[in-house]
């Protein structure tokens, strides 16, 4: 049932990408004005280090946007109250696993100048956005599923959020260097 579902999903995906169009630009931290990052937290450790790049970032004046997906029915308690972070359920997903809430429809619109996805996992709800995303510039973790990102991080498996972030934070401080 749950391969029914997903491959739904995927048709519905495919579907919407075959009129999709965006302007890609390439941006820094620097250069950036607009970042979403899409995560999905797996325990408290995750979300405090997400919480930890928020603040990093925030240091570059950047106007940012998150939306988490948490891979469960219910959000904790203990993640519902971080002001600025929004997040979504399996409980507002579509039958074929599509995100149906106004949050996700508002975020995957934004053509922010940077999109980061934060997953170390693959979960459908997140490639959609991510692969919908009117984003100029998306980073994300390298899978053999889809490329939906410009630029992207082959992570080892077993690797932790913390390295991963660190290799995010080197690299955008690298990119466009001489333009910029």
């Given at each position: 049932m749950q391969n029914l579902k997903l491959n739904a999903g995927k048709r519905n995906l495919n579907k919407r990408l075959r009129q999709f169009t965006r302007i890609r630009e390439s941006h820094n931290l620097e250069t950036a004005?607009?970042?979403?990052?899409?995560?999905?937290?797996t325990d408290q450790l995750s979300f405090e280090q997400i919480k930890q790049f928020l603040t990093y970032l925030g240091n570059y004046k950047l106007q940012i946007?998150?939306?988490?997906?948490?891979?469960?029915?219910?959000?904790?308690?203990?993640?519902?109250?971080w002001k600025g972070i929004n997040l979504f359920s399996r409980k507002e997903l579509s039958w074929s696993m599509v995100p149906k809430t106004p949050v996700v429809t508002d975020f995957i619109d934004k053509p922010f100048d940077i999109l980061l996805d934060l997953s170390l996992d693959d979960f459908f709800p997140v490639e959609y956005i991510a692969r919908l995303s009117k984003s100029k510039f998306k980073v994300g973790r390298f899978t053999s599923k889809h490329s939906a990102y410009d630029l992207m991080f082959e992570i080892e498996s077993g690797s932790n959020l913390d390295a991963y972030?660190?290799?995010i934070k080197t690299y955008l401080n690298l990119i466009n260097k001489e333009a910029s």
């Open positions: 004005k607009t970042a979403g990052i899409l995560f999905t937290p946007y998150v939306l988490g997906y948490i891979d469960a029915k219910i959000i904790p308690e203990s993640f519902l109250f972030l660190d290799y």
